[in-house]
């Protein structure tokens, strides 16, 4: 056990390292512990992930870390030093001078934690179960747990919460998926190859426990940060493959599923915070979250921004205090009179934050802008019968609306009906949803990871079913378990859920729907979340010819969520 000082004129915390936390079958995870000097019981903020407890945010996410800095210079000032800061979770610093004590638990595998590193698994979600039950039982806690961080640590939230510890008390999830296959894995059906190929090494297996290859070292002892290490052969028996594992089930099967949490068990108060610029894993998990948690106490916040600089900004921070100081200590903060819905409406130019009652805004004005293939044009009027065809790899076609007369808000959840024909079996479908300046500029918004344009949706042809039960006009839901192939020349009706986004569009701006065969990228900005495996994506099958088809029988359009004035 170690007493350190946290900071320049700031309390002192007792910090102790590699504390056991003994889990159902006899494994013991190791965690991290920080909490007041001054005797007594404590509620716990918890964190339970695979980034490693002992590698400093700095070392393991330089780039962003040089970014956060330059975005918030005083995070290592005002009584902190930063040095117990790690990805995407709270800093200790900053949390307990409050009166919270703060575990961080390397998961299963990874870290100094033995076992099989298996992300996400029904194995490492019940070790989350133990982990909090065990840290309310301890005689600093006040026997009140919440979960609390980003990502990797949101989606773990979800997943435990549905198991319902008696101790959890409230959790925070910060920018991260709940639906295993549409937020993570496939995107309307597309395996989304590209983040967890890149992942997998960069954050998964350099933590792995027993990995004599990570260079990360533990700034207090100056020692490798995943333990004393193992052979290569001992390592790749102790993991799975999870790269592989996402490829090896297309469907949206038993594996998904077990992977998903019951949103409808999970009953703790809640406020779960998503990114508009988050496609691909950071929107629509905490939306969907939000919407389907059974929780009588639940609260959504939608922000702009990179992934991680809101989660330590000073207000962020104040909020997320406030929610967990009155669900852990019982503080009559007025929090339980905050409106369920806070929305940072984005504009060209920044965001202005509102309160709303509910998701989505029950004075939306659901309006179809439909396609016209002839004009290549963006309307509220009906389109004359016309087709529009594109090669499934190349630029895609532009749809634009007119210029907008007045200042338009549209926010909420949208949604295209499309009429698509291929020449080939299959055709995937990405739609993207773009402004534009009078100068014909385009506006590209700050993203959690890459600048990102209004909104996004995919969509498989084969895929295109949707379940009558749990489709809305606005979010149509694909059940994701059979594959209906296209016959080539004939045309089908494809509904395509696009994640929720806001804008206010100024007078003079347009709005472009963009169609294509393959991910929207920047020129010179390679994207992130693509979905590029070969596998995947033949060529005999995905690299044909489309063709839309508007107006007349084929009324395809585009619906938005116009809020009036």
Known sequence: MQSQQSGAGAPNLVFEKDVGIPVSDGLVLRANLFRPMAEGRYPVVLAMGIYGKDAHFGDAFK??????????????????????????????????????????????????????????????????????EWAAAQPWSNGKVGLIGISYFAIK???????????????????GANDFYRDWSHHGGIFSSGFPTAWWPRQALVNQHGSGESTYRDRDTGERTTGPALSREMLAGSRTDHPADLYAHPLDDAWHRERTADLSRVMVPLLSAGNWGGPGIHLRGNVNGFLEAGAEHKWLSMHIGTHYDSFYLPAYVAMQKRFLGHFLKGEDNGWDRVPPVRLEVRRPDGASERFEQEWPLARTQWTPFHLDAGGLALSEQPAPEATASFTARGAGVDFATAPFAHETEFTGPLAAKLFVSSTTSDADLFLTLRLFDPAGQEVRFVGAHEPVPVARGWQRASHRKTDPERS????????????????????????????????????????????????????????????????????????????????????????LPLIPN
């Open 63 to 132: 780039s962003q870390w040089d970014n956060l800095l330059r975005i918030y210079p005083d995070l290592c000032a005002n009584g902190s030093s930063g040095h117990y800061l790690r990805w995407e979770v709270v800093d200790p610093e900053r949390w307990v001078p409050d009166g919270y004590v703060v575990v961080n638990v390397d998961s299963r595998g990874s870290g100094k934690s033995p076992g099989y590193l298996d992300p996400f698994s029904p194995r490492e979600t019940a070790d989350y179960y133990d982990a909090i």
């Open 157 to 175: 939230q979800w997943q435990v919460a549905a198991l319902q510890p008696p101790h959890l008390a409230a959790i925070v999830p910060w920018e």
């Open 472 to 559: 809305l006009p606005y979010r149509p839901w694909h059940v994701h378990n059979e594959v209906q192939k296209l016959s080539p020349g004939a045309i089908y009706a494809v509904d395509v859920e696009i994640w929720p986004t806001s804008i206010v569009v100024p007078a003079g701006y347009r709005l472009v729907l963009t169609v294509q065969g393959r991910d929207f990228e920047y020129d010179g900005l390679p994207g992130r979340i693509l979905h590029d495996h070969p596998g995947d994506r033949p060529e005999a099958e995905f690299g044909g010819t489309t063709t839309l088809h508007t107006g007349g029988a084929h009324a395809a359009h585009l619906l």
